[in-house]
């Protein structure tokens, strides 16, 4: 069964940081793409970053690239997100995602307010 669990989330104030982790199993990681979607209050599901398998290259959107860095740790099957520069909409829920399957976690909690 494939199981994402995501951590790392909370209360940040603006030009703060956080790294969120996502705890994988159930498939073969190391072999799998792994995005990073967030769902702001009252918005729709946005794509923030995918991390391909293999040499691991890397896609951010627009509004998170030169202050979001993903990552992977293929021996421990964890995935991580780590955010700088926080801006108050970055406030949203994360989700670790399989974009090929669409499975994902039960998100974790990011609010960047002062």
């Known amino acids: 069964e494939v199981q994402l669990v995501e951590s790392g989330g909370g209360l940040v104030q603006p030009g703060g940081s956080l790294t969120l982790s996502c705890a994988a199993s159930?498939?073969?990681?190391?072999?799998?793409?792994m995005s990073w979607f967030r769902q702001a209050p009252g918005k729709g599901l946005e794509w923030v970053s995918t991390i391909n398998s293999g040499r691991g290259s890397t896609t951010y959107a627009y509004a998170v690239k030169g202050r979001f860095t993903i990552s992977r740790d293929n021996a421990e099957n964890t995935l991580h997100l780590q955010m700088n520069s926080l801006k108050p909409e970055d406030t949203a829920l994360y989700y670790c995602?399989?974009?090929?399957?669409?499975?994902r976690g039960q998100g974790t909690q990011v609010t960047v307010s002062s």
């Open positions: 995602v399989i974009p090929d399957t669409g499975n």
């Open positions: 159930g498939f073969t990681f190391s072999a799998t793409a």
